[in-house]
């Protein structure tokens, strides 16, 4: 073995090291910083209290995106907790000069979907946020992790962030997956395999040709995610597609530091003979369409399959949870996944409200009609941006005429820190990352889906094999 | 910051795993821009049977008796025993800020979600990875016996039982430095101004698209 053979991340890690203390955690430099509302108001408290300004107000881009309503926007925000804490925004970039996207921007949108769709997101940065899905943007190969608030105040007063290196888990997907089985079936079918906490102090990169053949729009849905199966950070190599994704967007290099740019990009990749920490494969003609059944993005099925009994539980603690969750969920143990009825289907989030994504849905909806039981179907596009590009390709009228909402963009029922909840006992079918107890509403039931799986459900009024449909 | 040496404290148990920040501070309390105050919705959900909303006087909303908090026995608590992969979910600071305004100093579980366990350290509390038979037999310890009292020695990286029984717990020299003594990593990483600067500019030469 060579001892010189990186991974991504030994790449990513050692182009970023300022300093280095003798129990190795190190002063890593941080490259863009992304600030939404909710996190970053006791940030900047602290740093005036303190008497300090941004370190570099280039690196950042700000955005309100979890309080924002998605629809009569014009006439501001009722809730006037949420409305301080999006003034509270705007005072701080006014203050410190920053860039922000406002709420009447039509760039604003959910800040992990700006980013990429800027090309404020590049390969090879380090990217943070204060918001836990920031492992999105690793889809570029750029090593972005989710930070707390505290850390908000320290990449703003310093640029860097004290880090101890991950290790480095490999998930190796290969094959070609089936007719109707997309990146968010992979990251539900992963995080099935390994469980939540099975990437707990490692940091992932994507690999293998099933995920070469994912859009970037596919890899950021998995990079997403990798947060909910533990892992601060998810990563997919540079290839092509990155590059083109990137060519020409705003906040790309240009000209001749384009080229430069993209020669230093091609670097970023695994060498051959690099070690991981762990290696997961996955042949990705075993993956169908998922849906989770419990309050744990691991619990988790093919559509194709049932819900599971709690005496079947691997251990005692696991089958007091199976137990809780199936209760909470309103679920008796066996009850076929198509057999579930939905009353309410989100179609939105961070991880799933990109172009693809609705183009996927509404090919589904395209021609039938949201089922009577369902009462209420919501598109909310990821920004300002995609809304237009949806707009532009007619997938608006397609979803108005089969009956969902058509929204402005935002966080919204993904955490329902806006407006749009359940009601307790409702169940939806979700495309959001996480069923958590009352997350989208205290009392809701989340089922999580692909876009095309939640569209389906919604016309079917439960959940179908979107593969048997037409 | 508040430092963290040793900790004598009444335990509490939460016999629950994945137990994640959703959980821990529901989404509504996040409207805040405050960092303080929110003891009183920590596991909101859990603990009242009424729908929590952020402004309300929480002592005078139902209390949910099931819940272990609201049990007699275990008020005052200030360590919480809990399962595996606690703080999962959301990198929300509130999370450890609730738990530290609610009293808690320590936590111990098999195992801790990363944001989580890093956010603790920023609040001057303590997160104890201990192996999950010895959470085990800790939950049944504090069943067994009421007022179960732990003794958390940071220096020692040690949690002793009241019978004596000592579990030594692993943690970086770094974070315990700066717990111990409740330094600012701000003020430490402005010691190392010249080195942010030195590789500012030599990224500058490396790779000059990365500053617009």
Known sequence: ?470 | MTPFTRHVGLVAPLDRANVDTDAIIPKQFLKSIKRTGFGPNLFDEWRYLDRGEPGQDCSKRPLNPDFVLNQPRYQGASILLARENFGCGSSREHAPWALADYGFRALIAPSFADIFYNNCFKNGILPIVLPAEVVDRLFQETYATEGYRLTVDLTEQTVTTPAGEVFRFEVDAERKHRLLNGLDDIGITLQHVDAIRAYEQRRRQEAPWLFV
């Not at chain 1, 203050?95 to 709420?103: A, D, V």
């Not at chain 1, 850390?151 to 480095?168: M, N, P, R």
């Not at chain 1, 080229?259 to 996955?282: G, H, K, M, N």
């Not at chain 1, 039938?368 to 596009?381: D, G, I, W, Y």
Request: hydrophobic share 40%.
């Open chain 1, 1 to 470: 073995m060579r001892m010189s053979a990186r991974t991504l991340y030994d790449k990513l890690w050692d182009a970023h090291v300022v300093h280095e203390s003798p129990d190795g955690t190190t002063l890593l430099y941080i490259d863009r910083h992304l600030v939404h509302e909710v996190t970053s108001p006791q940030a900047f408290e602290g740093l005036k209290l303190a008497g300090r300004k941004p370190w570099r107000p280039d690196s950042i881009l700000a955005v309100p995106d979890h309080n924002v309503p998605t629809r009569d926007r014009e006439k501001g925000i009722a809730d006037p907790v949420s409305r301080l804490q999006v003034e509270t925004l705007d005072a701080n970039c006014k203050e410190f000069r920053l860039t922000e996207f406002r709420m009447d921007d039509r760039r604003q949108g959910i800040v992990h979907v700006i980013g990429p769709e800027q090309g404020f997101t590049q390969p090879g940065m380090t990217i943070v946020c204060g918001d836990s899905h920031t492992s999105t943007h690793g889809a570029f190969a750029a090593l972005a992790f989710g930070i707390g608030t505290s850390e908000v105040e320290h990449v703003l007063a310093t640029q860097c962030l004290w880090q101890k290196k991950s290790k480095t888990m490999l998930v190796r997907v290969e094959g070609q997956l089936g007719q109707g089985v997309t990146a968010k079936d992979v990251a539900l079918a992963v995080i099935g395999r390994i469980g939540t906490a099975g990437g707990t102090g490692y940091a992932i990169e994507f690999g293998g040709s099933a995920i070469r053949a994912l859009s970037m729009e596919g890899r950021m849905t998995l990079c997403n995610m990798a947060i909910e199966a533990g892992a601060r950070a998810g990563m997919v190599a540079v290839d092509d597609k990155t590059i083109e994704y990137l060519r020409g967007r705003p906040y790309a290099p240009q000209g001749a530091m384009w080229d430069r740019a993209v020669e230093y990009w091609r670097t970023l990749v695994s060498d051959p003979d690099a070690v991981f920490d762990a290696v997961v494969e996955i042949d990705a003609a075993d993956i169908v369409p998922q849906v989770t059944w419990g309050t744990s993005p691991e619990m988790v099925v093919p559509v194709t399959g049932r819900v599971p009994d709690p005496a079947e539980a691997p251990n005692p603690v696991k089958r007091a949870d199976w137990e809780r969750a199936l209760n909470y969920m309103g679920l008796a143990p066996h009850t076929p996944i198509a057999e579930i009825r939905v009353d309410k289907v989100f179609i939105g989030s961070c991880t799933n409200s990109r172009i693809e994504d609705l183009r996927a849905a509404a090919e589904v909806a395209r021609g039938r009609r949201v089922a009577p039981n369902v009462k209420l179907a919501m598109v909310v596009p990821g920004s300002g941006l995609v809304k237009a590009q949806a707009e532009a390709e007619g997938l608006d009228r397609v979803f108005k005429e089969a009956g969902f909402e058509w929204r402005d963009p935002g966080c919204s029922m993904c955490l329902a820190m806006n407006a749009d909840r359940l009601e307790p006992g409702e169940r939806c079918a979700s495309t959001s990352n996480r069923n958590f107890e009352g997350r989208q509403g205290a009392g809701g039931r989340t089922h999580l889906v692909s876009p095309a799986m939640a569209a389906a459900a919604a016309v079917f009024g439960h959940f179908v094999d979107v593969r048997n449909v037409q």
